[in-house]
């Protein structure tokens, strides 16, 4: 046995695969989200392991408000590694309601924050394909239900 080598932590019950199925999720970082879009990108979508970039504000940041000018570039390049080299064929963006990122950050109404996200998702989604016009791009609105369920609507331009 190596003497540099270490006792695991701990040891994933999930068996590693290396297929890469050229789907990525744009999404906000909120973690009390992360299930729920985990949730719709895998089961309902059918993106076992998809690539993901969690961000404050999620596809905010590729809708050209200038707060968010550092964000935005570092997300393209993320994605334009990820169009090169893991050869992504399919982004998803995803919001959701209520986001502290647009109250907080961009200083949206409460009352406004719906209507500029989606005036966002538009924008977001002609950022993406400007990377390659043969992404193809969907988007989704996450909104909690009053029963405590997490319904997605999907967002048509």
């Not at 994605?79 to 950050?105: D, M, P, S, T």
């Not at 009352?111 to 500029?116: A, F, G, H, V, Y």
């Amino acid at each position: 046995m190596d003497a540099d080598r270490k006792s695991p932590l701990y040891e994933s019950a999930s068996r590693f695969d290396a297929e890469r199925i050229r789907a990525a999720a744009v999404y906000c970082s909120d973690g009390r989200f992360g299930e729920h879009f985990d949730d719709l990108l895998q089961n309902a979508l059918r993106l076992p392991r998809y690539d993901r970039l969690a961000v404050p504000g999620g596809a905010a940041c590729l809708a050209s408000h200038f707060s968010a000018y550092r964000e935005e570039e570092g997300v393209v390049e993320q994605l334009r590694f990820l169009v090169q080299v893991h050869g992504l064929e399919q982004v998803v963006l995803i919001a959701h309601e209520n986001c502290a990122f647009y109250g907080e950050r961009l200083g949206v109404s409460p009352l406004q924050i719906e209507t500029q996200q989606r005036e966002d998702m538009t924008k977001a989604v002609r950022r993406v394909h400007s990377l390659s016009r043969d992404l193809a791009v969907s988007a989704f609105f996450a909104r909690i239900h009053r029963s405590g369920q997490v319904h997605f609507e999907l967002m048509e331009f």
